[in-house]
């Protein structure tokens, strides 16, 4: 079959013929349909320190997707042929105290679909069947692609309640931006996002916040002043892993105030912490999406009017993914995807 390979230890990816994977007793092999690009395939692309360490040459990249099942184990019974599904792509131990206590999400040796297992850039991709998660109806396959970057988004704006309280995003990325929507549905007052990138704050306005704002010319304290609010904001979403970011949103939260941080940095960033300490800040970080409490989320928002489709800027064939990788990297574009329905 038709894979998207890191074949060589160098920059890029390149499409191979490889063998199709086998499934063991447990497992499912899905018809991949869509698949979304993420930031972490960019690095591996782009052959970073974090990628040389981490990936092993050969492996077939890619973990957000939607497909159909096509086969499964002999262990497997409640997964029909023909099912609309993604893929949970980290894929736990099964044995350690917080898998065991059912707190999957908090596994402390979990294997990355397209960074430890081969990924679903491919016409097939195999997972356990306990890493499926099977689409309700009407679910937009396009949207079911990104439902893994959207469960990040979810689980990193539901990590504290946000009804009635002002929400800061810092980061416009597809995530961001996202979060940004969740926020919304689920009764923030007002949803600030920040971003120095002009393409990104147009596509959140699609999305529906109060204010999308370039950080370097409106501070967010007069943002605040220009909406009427007087403490700072209760709820922080940091989205963008920018140092500068991160120092600007703790300089603008309430007392008591709650900031989920997923953006991840690229070296370690100096906070002042006694503002965190001072004003009884509390700060959470957020790894993955739970399993499958997020996923269960995702489903009836979207079902209760929830609408994430304009953050998909780029829809692309899967020969096309150069291209795709290249807008990505340029900034301007939302969440990248690709279509794999012709590929065999
Ligand atoms: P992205 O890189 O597309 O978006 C980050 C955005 O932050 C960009 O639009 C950038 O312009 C913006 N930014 C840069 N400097 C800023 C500043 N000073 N103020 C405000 N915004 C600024 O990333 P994404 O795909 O949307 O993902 C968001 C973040 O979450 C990334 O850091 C990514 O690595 C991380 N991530 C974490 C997890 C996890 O499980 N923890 C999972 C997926 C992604
Ligand atoms: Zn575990």
Excluded at 75 to 96: I, Q, Y
Excluded at 107 to 133: D, K, S
Excluded at 137 to 147: M, Q, R, W, Y
Excluded at 214 to 237: I, N, Y
Aim: hydrophobic share 45%; with cysteine; aromatic share 8%.
């Amino acid at each position: 079959m038709k894979a998207l390979v890191k074949s060589q230890d160098a920059p890029g990816l390149w499409l191979e013929d490889v063998s199709e994977p086998q499934i063991g007793i447990n497992d499912v092999k899905i018809r991949v349909l869509y698949t979304g690009i993420c930031g972490t395939d960019l690095h591996i692309h782009d052959w970073d320190a974090w990628a040389r360490e981490t990936i092993q040459i050969g492996l077939t990249i890619g973990h957000e997707f939607v497909g159909e099942v096509v086969d499964f184990g002999a262990n497997v019974f409640d997964v029909p042929l023909g099912a609309l599904v993604s893929g949970e792509g980290h894929v736990v131990c099964g044995r350690c105290r917080n898998c065991l206590a059912g707190r999957r999400h908090l596994c402390a040796h979990t294997q990355g679909l397209g960074v430890q297992r081969n990924g679903c850039f491919a016409e097939y991709v195999v997972l356990p069947a306990t890493n499926i998660w099977q689409h309700a109806p009407g679910i937009e396959p396009e949207v079911a692609s990104i439902f893994d970057p959207f469960g990040n988004a979810v689980h990193t704006a539901l990590a504290f309640p946000v009804l009635g309280e002002d929400v800061l995003v810092t980061g416009a990325g597809p995530i961001g931006i996202m979060a940004a929507a969740v926020a919304k549905h689920a009764g923030a007052r007002h949803v600030v996002i920040s971003d120095p990138n002009p393409y990104r704050r147009a596509l959140a306005e699609k999305v529906g916040v109060t204010r999308a704002v370039d950080p370097a010319a409106t501070p967010l304290a007069e943002v605040q002043k220009q909406l009427k609010m007087v403490e700072g904001f209760d709820v922080g979403l940091e989205m963008s892993g920018n140092a500068h970011a991160f120092r600007d949103m703790i300089a603008n939260m309430s007392h008591g105030a709650k900031i989920a941080m997923l953006g991840i940095p690229a070296t370690e960033i100096s906070v002042d912490w006694n503002r965190i300490i001072f004003n009884q800040i509390t700060l959470r970080g957020i790894y993955g999406r739970e399993m499958y409490e997020t996923w269960y989320k995702m489903t009836v928002m979207l079902e209760s009017g929830l609408d994430i489709s304009p953050v998909i800027t780029h829809r692309l064939h899967w020969s096309e993914f150069a291209q795709g990788f290249d807008a990505m990297r340029s900034g301007n574009s939302g969440k990248v995807i690709l279509d794999w329905r012709d590929v065999a």
